[in-house]
Structure formats: C-alpha cells, structure tokens
C-alpha cells in the first residue's frame, strides 16, 4: 500500500462506514461487526505508516484546489503519526467498550451513536493528516459538529444545554478567532502550509506576532484554555464511551494538536522564542493547569473531576507548545499519547462503575473497590500515569515538560508542574484508596460485580498501555524528538 | 437552422419566458400541461444562460441588436461574464424552483388558479432575466416593473390575509423605488442624451461635474437600494417574504435582490463609473456604513423571530450587508466577494426556504412553537435545513464558508480590521438564530401540530436536496464560482471591455 492511498483511506474508511453501520442498525452484532473491523483497518493502515515516517518520509496528497492557491491537503509528519496512531489505536479499544456499556447501560438511538463515532473519527484523523491549517480547520469544524448529537445523546433538557455550551464555545471560539487568525496569516504570509521550523518567521513583528499567537490558542476553544474551558464540564451529559474517546482523545487532543501544529510549523519555534510572543500566554496555560486542579479537587462526581483534570492536563501540553523549546515539545507530543491513555483509562473506569454498581458520585464509591477490584486496580494505573509517577507512561512526558521549562529558563513553570502533579495525587489517589481500605456503605454489595466483559477488556488493554509506556516509550519518542527537532 | 438561433441566443432568454406567459393562460384548462411547459422554459433558459456563460468565457462580450436596430438607437442586449453569472443563477434556480412548485402550489392557490400562479412566475422571471442581459438603460425601468409588478401579484397569493397587506407594502415601497430609478435614467438622459449602456459609459466623462449627474445618481441608488433591500430600505422585505407561497418566496429570495444587486453594479460601475461613485461622491462610505448597519441589525433581528420564514428574511437583509460591503471596498476582491456571495447566497436561502416551504405543507405552519420536535418526523427535511443552516454561519465544505472566507480576505487587504470582525461576529449571531430552530425541531417534545407530520412529500425533496448538495458541491469545488466570479470582478473593475 503506497503511503498516500493509506491516508486517504484512513480518513475515508470510518466516513464511509458510517453507512453501512446505519444500515445494519437492526442488527446490532453486525453492526458492531462493521464498526469494529473499520476501526482495525484503520489501525493497520495508520500503523503501516509508522516505518516511512521514522524513516524521514513525509508524503503528501493534494485532495482537491479549493481556492486558487489553496489547497485541501494531507501531509503526514512525526506529530500527527503520533495523534493518529492514538486516535486509532483507542477508537478500537472505545468500541469494545461501548459495546459493553451502551448495552448494559440500554441506551436509546445506538445506531445515530455508533454512525457519528464514526464520522467523529475520520475527522479526528483528517485534523491529524492536516498538510495546512485550512484543512486542519475544516476538520476541526465537522468534528465539531458531528460529535454534538454525541454530546446531546440523551435528548434531556440537561443534554440540550450542554449542547448549546459546547456548540457556542467551539463554533464561537473557532470562527470568532482561529478564522480570523488563519486568514489573517494568508494574508500576510500568502501561504497556510505547514513547514518545518515555521511560515511566519520574518513576516510579521514582536507585538502582532503575541495577539495573533493569541488568536491561536484561544481559538482553538478544543485545548481548553482558561477562560474557554467551559464546555469540556458541560460536555460530561455524553454517554461514557463519548466522554472517553471524545473527550479524553479525539476533540481535546485535537486542540491541543492544532496548538502544538501552529507552534511548531506556523510560527516555529524559534521565532517564538526570539520574539517572546509566547510569554504573556504561558501564564494563561499555568494557570489553567492550577485552577483546573483546584476545582477537580472539589468536584463530587467523579465525571466532573476528570472533566477538570483533563482542562488542568491539557494545558501541560498548551504550556510545552509555548514554552517553545526543543524538549519541551517533545514533552508536549509525548503527553498527547500519554495522557490519552490515562485520561481514558479513568473515564473506563467511571463508566464501568455507572454500569455494574450505578454510582456517579466519588462520596459513595467508599469500599466500593471490594465489589469491583479490577476497575479499582486500573483506576490506580491510569491515576499514577496522570500524576507522572512511575511505572507509567505519564512519567515520561511530564520529565520531558520539565526539563523544557529548564531549558527555556521558566523556572516557575517547573515548579507549577510540580504542584500540579501534588494537586493530582490529592484529587485522583483517595478514589481508589477509599475505595479499597474505606467502610463500605450500605448499598454496596459483597460479592464481586464487575461491568460487563467488554469493559472489562478495554480497561485492560488501556490501564496495560500506561504501563507498556513506561517500559517501552521508545517509538512515541522518536516520533515526538522528531517533532522537537523541528526547532532546529 | 441551429446556427440562426445560435446568434439570437440573448434574445431568446427573455423572449421564450415571455413568450410562455400568455401560452399559460391560453392552456388554462390543463393546469399540468401549464406546469410541464413552465418547467420545460425554464430548463431552456439554463441551458440558454450555460451556452451564454460558455461563449462568453471563450470569446469575449456579446452585443445583441433588438430587431436589427444598430446601437446606440436600437435596444442593445449585450452579454458579458458579470450577467452571464447572474443569468446563470437566477436561471439555475428557476429550474429547481418550478419542479417544486408543482406539489407546493396546490397547497395556496385554488385549482382553477393555477395557471395565473404560473404566468406571474413566468413574467417574473422574464423580468429578471431581461434587466439582467439588456444593455439600456430605460430597458432596464421596463423589466424592472414586469418584474415588480408580476412579484406583487405572487406575494399577494400567501396563505393568510396578511399576504395582501405585506404585497401591498411591497407595492408602495417597489413603486417609489421604481419612480427613482426612472428620474435617474430621466437625469441621465438629460445630461447625455442617450439610454444604451455603453454608450452612457462614453458619454458621461465629459458631464462628470454636472450636478444632475449627481442628482441622478442619488436617485439611481435609492430606487435600486429599495429594489435590493439595503438597509434601512428593506421594511418591504421580512413581510413580503414570510407571506408569500412557499414557491415564490424560493424564488424570489433567491433572485429578485441578486438582479437588483447586479442593476446596483451595472451603474455604479460600467455607467457612472467607479471614479465619480467613489472618489466625486461617497458612495463606498455610504454604502460601508449601511452594509454593516444591516447585517448586525438583520441578524439581530432575526434572533427574536418566533415566524421562522420571517427569520430567514432578516438573515437576508443581513446577507444582502455583506454583498453590499464587498461591493463598498472597490476593489476587485471586494467585488469577487459580493459576486460568489450572490450565487452562494441563492443556493443557500433557496435551500432553507425550500426547507421551510416542506414544513408548511406538513404542518401549514412556520412559528418555531409549531415547529417543535419535527426534526425527528421529517429527518430528511431537518437535514437539508441543517445543512442550508451550517452555509448560512459558514462552516467550512459549505458555499457560506467561501464567501466569508473573500469578504474577509477582502476587507483584511484593504487593512479594516473592524470590518472582519463584524463579518465574523455576524456569523456568530448565525449560530444563534440557526441553531434555536434546530434545538427546537430536535430537542423539543413535538407540538400537536408536529406529532402529525410525516415526511415531505417526493416532488419537494428532490429540488430541495439538488440545492442543498450544490451547497456543498460548490463549498468543495470553487472552480467554477470563483473563476467567473473573479472575471466578473475584474470586468467591472475595469469599466467597459
């Protein structure tokens, strides 16, 4: 398979198979069937990319000349390999899942779920293929819309208003400002492409370069940024699966992906680091990742806490793209992996516990752990990725993002890192703690109940993962040195 | 034989709508056989305008003598890539229109009726198509009435009462307009003592101090700017398209302003010519002001609308803001801007009228209460609303996002940084007034109303649907649009080739 058709086809399979899952949906196992091979097709297709990439291959395909000039077009390079291999690798995994959880939990109106999971998914990967910011804002536009019936899955009054939030702040954010940044940067450079070590070097100065920098991050509304954060919370009505591949993987990771993608191959950065346009932003990013710890802290339901953890989390990688040096972004495409892992290892975990035991409440949960060890054990796993503790993965990047602040001399944001990572232990360890050594309450069963199979295979493999990537990080580095060396 | 019609080819696409109007009353009797005749007019038409479009792209303008009668004496039509476009949608939609008609008409006008129902939209469309190819300007006064004259007739055939009071605030409002017009051609007239367009175009530098040329200028923008909608002139509007039948307001939401818009064009460019209209008087300022009064108004507006055809009316007063601001910078991005946004416009309000007029049959109701929960019985329609919605804001893969994407570039270029992020925050407020409908059609528990429907009939998806997928056609492959709409641009720029 040459590496163009491959890419095509990863977006198009998922896109397509939305219809022939929609036409199966009387028969759920077939339906599942269509959806679970699309998702290891994909996987084989993005994973056979992996060699070239490495190699230094960097293929490209011009889909369609939208504008004179302007082309719809993919291009594969180390950073979107890494999101890419992510999104697929746990698009499969979410599947099994769902599959447990949509019908143990006799959720209405699978088959819109599954068809927009789909569509959700091509987009994710068109946003990773991105070749220019055109493309990747084109994706970044469907994904926004296709996963809003995933958001407002329920149909509640709630869902509704969770809907018009996520709607508003993404479409607002997006339109209002990344629009307006990326036609703002045609019209200065005449180019949209991603290049390596940057278009806008030179072509614009200090002061424009921070607003227009600006404009960037707040609107890619997707990362989460203090204050556009609020419809990651409001989004946690989705479905649990929703919340774990969407909102641990495919639409946060994509923001945080644009962000790292306008960092390192619109402006370069070097010339953000000569031109300090990033500074004033990096606060924003370090405060995010406080007060975004600050609130998880206070959160009861154990879905709100993540939400808030993930707000906190992305911003690591928000701050390593701004940091601007080379280790730091290494650091920041590591934590997209890793992050992913954990962050959905936990929201596994969350949904196995709203199947088996219907807890949604962290206060009720107290030796809940005796019922269901298992979910219990992974969510300690994917709680010690999150805080960067070894055997995990999280390990890794959050060592990388340090020694990026070292090198870009933002002492204080080491010592935020740090912090952070005290605020996780406080908010994420007492879960699985409490619910181990606690006194039961009343309503929990003795015996063991766990969730159904499926999810129980899904945690597996993912809680696995974090460990798999602690011991064996090799290949997710040299993916994400590649992309720190774009500095060079 | 094919070579004689060949060169009589801007005749017949006045003459062969023209002609067809009396035939409808004539058949009167077969009210289908008048439909299939009218539909088979206006697919004539569009392949009369692709021919005109091809010919003129490959060899340059075309004059066309009225009768033999040479120019400037005889009427000229004469044909060049700007009113091959807009011949080319206001044909285009007339074909999608007329198949949709046939099922939606019945639900207005009484049987017997019919066929007058279809020799206004005949005469109307003659109207059109001949303000658009002639190359006079009294020409114009005339077609412009037929036009008018057959549109109030048409808004006068709605549903409800209210129908004839909106018809009838279109008629004083389009009357004045129209009396302007003519003093304007009258001044012209005056100071140059000729009525063909180019031959004005000739004349007029010699006069360019004269303040009846002024004078008639002003009155040339009012009366067009009453034709077009321009805010504060477009109170006739929201009425007049709310009430009308479903089919006529596809229609002329979708034409009517654009031919006015480009009669604006013709003026301001190929007849007075750019340098009085923007540097003797201040038309580009005027014409700013207004264009961004109207498109944060009309999308303000349109957010409290509880009548949803009325809503798309104010979207259109807004829309109409954002040809009229390209149109106001002068330049040729400016002017590539408005010309895409005329044909994305069409396509896009033609699609979510259509939309509203397949509610209406179902539901004889377009108040958004009514409207609750019929996402879910009519998935097919609420589709291709949500689609014609998410052109409207301008997401991406749409023809909303390429127009936006060239006004904003336009406005950028010429360094009014104020002006882009009007015309992004207008797109905001899209989201708002598109997306209460949706919520509501989705979300709600269905009104008495709702829980009867059943999806739309076939012979009004079908139209409905080739709209909305030329909606994302054209969002995807702009060769086509954008291409003429660049030569178009360009030929305006330059005044007369």
Same mark, same amino acid.
């Given at each position: 398979?040459?590496?163009?058709?491959?890419?095509?086809?990863?977006?198009?399979?998922?896109?397509?198979?939305?219809?022939?899952?929609?036409?199966?949906?009387?028969?759920?196992?077939?339906?599942?069937?269509?959806?679970?091979?699309?998702?290891?097709?994909?996987?084989?297709?993005?994973?056979?990319?992996?060699?070239?990439?490495?190699?230094?291959?960097?293929?490209?395909?011009?889909?369609?000349?939208?504008?004179?000039?302007?082309?719809?077009?993919?291009?594969?390079?180390?950073?979107?390999?890494?999101?890419?291999?992510?999104?697929?690798?746990?698009?499969?995994?979410?599947?099994?899942?769902?599959?447990?959880?949509?019908?143990?939990?006799?959720?209405?109106?699978?088959?819109?779920?599954?068809?927009?999971?789909?569509?959700?998914?091509?987009?994710?990967?068109?946003?990773?293929?991105?070749?220019?910011?055109?493309?990747?804002?084109?994706?970044?536009?469907?994904?926004?819309?296709?996963?809003?019936?995933?958001?407002?899955?329920?149909?509640?009054?709630?869902?509704?208003?969770?809907?018009?939030?996520?709607?508003?702040?993404?479409?607002?954010?997006?339109?209002?400002?990344?629009?307006?940044?990326?036609?703002?940067?045609?019209?200065?450079?005449?180019?949209?492409?991603?290049?390596?070590?940057?278009?806008?070097?030179?072509?614009?100065?200090?002061?424009?370069?921070?607003?227009?920098?600006?404009?960037?991050?707040?609107?890619?509304?997707?990362?989460?940024?203090?204050?556009?954060?609020?419809?990651?919370?409001?989004?946690?009505?989705?479905?649990?699966?929703?919340?774990?591949?969407?909102?641990?993987?495919?639409?946060?990771?994509?923001?945080?992906?644009?962000?790292?993608?306008?960092?390192?191959?619109?402006?370069?950065?070097?010339?953000?680091?000569?031109?300090?346009?990033?500074?004033?932003?990096?606060?924003?990013?370090?405060?995010?990742?406080?007060?975004?710890?600050?609130?998880?802290?206070?959160?009861?339901?154990?879905?709100?806490?993540?939400?808030?953890?993930?707000?906190?989390?992305?911003?690591?990688?928000?701050?390593?793209?701004?940091?601007?040096?080379?280790?730091?972004?290494?650091?920041?495409?590591?934590?997209?992996?890793?992050?992913?892992?954990?962050?959905?290892?936990?929201?596994?975990?969350?949904?196995?516990?709203?199947?088996?035991?219907?807890?949604?409440?962290?206060?009720?949960?107290?030796?809940?752990?005796?019922?269901?060890?298992?979910?219990?054990?992974?969510?300690?796993?994917?709680?010690?990725?999150?805080?960067?503790?070894?055997?995990?993965?999280?390990?890794?990047?959050?060592?990388?993002?340090?020694?990026?602040?070292?090198?870009?001399?933002?002492?204080?944001?080491?010592?935020?890192?740090?912090?952070?990572?005290?605020?996780?232990?406080?908010?994420?360890?007492?879960?699985?703690?409490?619910?181990?050594?606690?006194?039961?309450?009343?309503?929990?069963?003795?015996?063991?109940?766990?969730?159904?199979?499926?999810?129980?295979?899904?945690?597996?493999?993912?809680?696995?993962?974090?460990?798999?990537?602690?011991?064996?990080?090799?290949?997710?580095?040299?993916?994400?040195?590649?992309?720190?060396?774009?500095?060079? | 034989?094919?070579?004689?019609?060949?060169?009589?080819?801007?005749?017949?696409?006045?003459?062969?709508?023209?002609?067809?109007?009396?035939?409808?009353?004539?058949?009167?009797?077969?009210?289908?056989?008048?439909?299939?005749?009218?539909?088979?007019?206006?697919?004539?038409?569009?392949?009369?305008?692709?021919?005109?479009?091809?010919?003129?792209?490959?060899?340059?303008?075309?004059?066309?003598?009225?009768?033999?009668?040479?120019?400037?004496?005889?009427?000229?039509?004469?044909?060049?890539?700007?009113?091959?476009?807009?011949?080319?949608?206001?044909?285009?939609?007339?074909?999608?229109?007329?198949?949709?008609?046939?099922?939606?008409?019945?639900?207005?006008?009484?049987?017997?009726?019919?066929?007058?129902?279809?020799?206004?939209?005949?005469?109307?469309?003659?109207?059109?198509?001949?303000?658009?190819?002639?190359?006079?300007?009294?020409?114009?006064?005339?077609?412009?009435?037929?036009?008018?004259?057959?549109?109030?007739?048409?808004?006068?055939?709605?549903?409800?009462?209210?129908?004839?009071?909106?018809?009838?605030?279109?008629?004083?409002?389009?009357?004045?307009?129209?009396?302007?017009?003519?003093?304007?051609?009258?001044?012209?007239?005056?100071?140059?003592?000729?009525?063909?367009?180019?031959?004005?175009?000739?004349?007029?530098?010699?006069?360019?101090?004269?303040?009846?040329?002024?004078?008639?200028?002003?009155?040339?923008?009012?009366?067009?700017?009453?034709?077009?909608?321009?805010?504060?002139?477009?109170?006739?509007?929201?009425?007049?398209?709310?009430?009308?039948?479903?089919?006529?307001?596809?229609?002329?939401?979708?034409?009517?302003?654009?031919?006015?818009?480009?009669?604006?064009?013709?003026?301001?460019?190929?007849?007075?010519?750019?340098?009085?209209?923007?540097?003797?008087?201040?038309?580009?300022?005027?014409?700013?002001?207004?264009?961004?009064?109207?498109?944060?108004?009309?999308?303000?507006?349109?957010?409290?609308?509880?009548?949803?055809?009325?809503?798309?009316?104010?979207?259109?007063?807004?829309?109409?803001?954002?040809?009229?601001?390209?149109?106001?910078?002068?330049?040729?991005?400016?002017?590539? *801007?408005? &010309?895409?946004?005329?044909? +994305?416009?069409? #396509?896009?309000? @033609?699609?979510?009228?259509? %939309?509203? /007029?397949?509610?209406?049959?179902?539901?004889?109701?377009?108040?958004?209460?009514?409207?609750?929960?019929?996402?879910?019985?009519?998935?097919?329609?609420?589709?291709?609303?949500?689609?014609?919605?998410?052109?409207?804001?301008?997401?991406?893969?749409?023809?909303?996002?390429?127009?936006?994407?060239?006004?904003?570039?336009?406005?950028?270029?010429?360094?009014?940084?104020?002006?882009?992020?009007?015309?992004?925050?207008?797109?905001?407020?899209?989201?708002?007034?598109?997306?209460?409908?949706?919520?509501?059609?989705?979300?709600?528990?269905?009104?008495?109303?709702?829980?009867?429907?059943?999806?739309?009939?076939?012979?009004?998806?079908?139209?409905?649907?080739?709209?909305?997928? *030329?909606? &994302?056609?054209?969002?995807? +492959?702009?060769? #086509?649009?954008? @291409?003429?709409?660049?030569? %178009?641009? /360009?030929?305006?720029?330059?005044?007369?080739?």
């Amino acid at each position: 398979m040459s590496p163009l058709g491959a890419m095509q086809l990863a977006v198009a399979l998922p896109a397509a198979a939305s219809l022939p899952i929609a036409v199966t949906g009387r028969f759920p196992n077939l339906r599942e069937a269509v959806t679970l091979i699309t998702a290891l097709a994909v996987l084989v297709l993005v994973g056979s990319e992996v060699p070239g990439v490495l190699a230094g291959d960097r293929p490209e395909i011009t889909l369609i000349e939208f504008l004179p000039g302007l082309a719809l077009m993919f291009r594969l390079e180390p950073l979107g390999m890494i999101f890419a291999l992510v999104a697929s690798f746990l698009w499969l995994v979410t599947s099994i899942y769902s599959i447990g959880y949509m019908r143990g939990h006799h959720e209405q109106n699978q088959t819109r779920f599954y068809v927009c999971f789909a569509i959700s998914i091509a987009s994710a990967l068109g946003v990773a293929f991105a070749g220019n910011m055109l493309t990747l804002f084109t994706a970044y536009e469907v994904l926004s819309i296709s996963t809003y019936p995933l958001v407002t899955h329920a149909g509640t009054e709630e869902a509704r208003r969770a809907g018009r939030v996520y709607l508003g702040i993404l479409l607002g954010t997006s339109i209002g400002f990344q629009l307006l940044a990326i036609l703002w940067t045609w019209n200065i450079t005449g180019s949209l492409d991603f290049r390596e070590g940057g278009l806008l070097a030179g072509q614009i100065d200090g002061p424009a370069a921070a607003v227009l920098l600006a404009l960037y991050v707040f609107g890619i509304g997707k990362a989460a940024v203090m204050p556009f954060h609020r419809w990651l919370p409001a989004a946690m009505v989705a479905p649990t699966p929703v919340s774990a591949l969407l909102h641990a993987v495919a639409v946060v990771k994509s923001g945080v992906f644009a962000i790292l993608k306008v960092c390192v191959y619109l402006f370069g950065l070097d010339f953000l680091t000569s031109t300090g346009a990033s500074d004033w932003l990096l606060y924003f990013a370090g405060a995010t990742i406080l007060v975004g710890s600050l609130v998880a802290m206070r959160k009861d339901n154990l879905k709100a806490r993540l939400a808030y953890s993930t707000i906190s989390q992305l911003s690591y990688i928000v701050a390593g793209a701004l940091l601007a040096s080379s280790l730091a972004a290494t650091g920041a495409a590591m934590h997209i992996a890793m992050h992913a892992f954990g962050k959905i290892t936990l929201f596994f975990c969350a949904g196995a516990i709203l199947v088996a035991a219907h807890k949604t409440e962290i206060s009720q949960m107290d030796g809940l752990g005796r019922a269901m060890p298992l979910t219990f054990a992974a969510f300690f796993i994917g709680s010690l990725s999150i805080i960067g503790l070894p055997p995990t993965g999280g390990t890794w990047s959050k060592f990388y993002l340090a020694m990026g602040a070292l090198e870009a001399g933002q002492f204080w944001m080491l010592i935020v890192l740090m912090v952070s990572s005290v605020l996780n232990i406080v908010y994420l360890l007492p879960i699985p703690i409490r619910a181990f050594l606690a006194r039961p309450a009343e309503d929990v069963p003795d015996k063991v109940k766990e969730a159904p199979l499926p999810c129980l295979i899904a945690i597996g493999v993912t809680s696995l993962g974090c460990l798999v990537l602690f011991f064996y990080p090799d290949l997710l580095y040299q993916l994400a040195r590649l992309v720190g060396a774009g500095a060079g | 034989m094919g070579n004689v019609f060949a060169n009589d080819l801007p005749a017949l696409q006045v003459v062969v709508p023209l002609l067809s109007a009396p035939l409808c009353l004539v058949l009167a009797r077969w009210p289908r056989l008048v439909w299939a005749l009218c539909t088979a007019v206006t697919w004539a038409a569009l392949a009369i305008a692709v021919s005109l479009l091809k010919s003129v792209l490959a060899d340059g303008p075309i004059s066309y003598a009225m009768g033999g009668w040479a120019a400037p004496w005889g009427i000229e039509y004469r044909i060049d890539v700007v009113n091959a476009y807009v011949a080319l949608i206001v044909t285009g939609i007339a074909s999608v229109v007329l198949p949709y008609a046939y099922t939606s008409a019945a639900l207005y006008i009484r049987d017997d009726r019919i066929p007058l129902f279809y020799a206004l939209m005949m005469l109307c469309f003659t109207g059109l198509l001949g303000m658009t190819v002639t190359g006079d300007a009294f020409n114009v006064f005339v077609f412009l009435e037929i036009s008018s004259l057959s549109m109030y007739g048409l808004i006068s055939l709605g549903q409800d009462r209210r129908a004839l009071t909106a018809a009838f605030q279109y008629l004083v409002m389009g009357t004045i307009g129209g009396t302007f017009v003519l003093i304007g051609i009258g001044f012209l007239y005056v100071v140059t003592g000729t009525l063909n367009m180019a031959d004005l175009a000739a004349r007029l530098p010699e006069v360019t101090q004269l303040r009846t040329l002024h004078t008639a200028f002003a009155f040339l923008v009012v009366g067009i700017g009453l034709k077009l909608a321009m805010f504060p002139l477009h109170l006739w509007l929201p009425n007049a398209y709310a009430y009308a039948p479903s089919p006529a307001t596809v229609f002329i939401a979708a034409t009517a302003t654009k031919v006015a818009v480009y009669i604006l064009l013709r003026f301001v460019f190929t007849v007075i010519g750019p340098e009085i209209a923007y540097q003797d008087l201040p038309f580009g300022e005027i014409a700013m002001v207004l264009a961004v009064l109207g498109l944060l108004t009309g999308s303000f507006v349109a957010i409290f609308q509880r009548n949803i055809k009325r809503m798309l009316a104010y979207s259109s007063v807004a829309q109409i803001g954002y040809i009229l601001l390209g149109i106001s910078l002068a330049t040729v991005m400016g002017l590539e *801007a408005s &010309l895409l946004h005329l044909f +994305n416009h069409a #396509l896009m309000k @033609g699609a979510l009228f259509m %939309a509203m /007029g397949c509610f209406f049959y179902r539901i004889r109701s377009s108040r958004i209460e009514d409207l609750a929960g019929i996402g879910r019985r009519m998935p097919w329609t609420f589709a291709a609303f949500v689609i014609g919605g998410l052109s409207l804001i301008g997401v991406p893969l749409t023809v909303g996002f390429v127009s936006k994407w060239y006004l904003v570039l336009a406005s950028l270029q010429e360094g009014y940084w104020a002006l882009a992020v009007l015309i992004l925050v207008g797109s905001l407020l899209a989201v708002i007034y598109v997306w209460r409908v949706v919520e509501a059609a989705w979300f709600a528990t269905p009104s008495a109303r709702a829980a009867e429907a059943r999806e739309a009939p076939l012979a009004m998806l079908i139209p409905m649907w080739i709209l909305v997928l *030329a909606n &994302l056609y054209f969002g995807i +492959n702009t060769d #086509l649009t954008v @291409g003429v709409a660049e030569l %178009a641009a /360009g030929t305006l720029m330059r005044g007369l080739p």
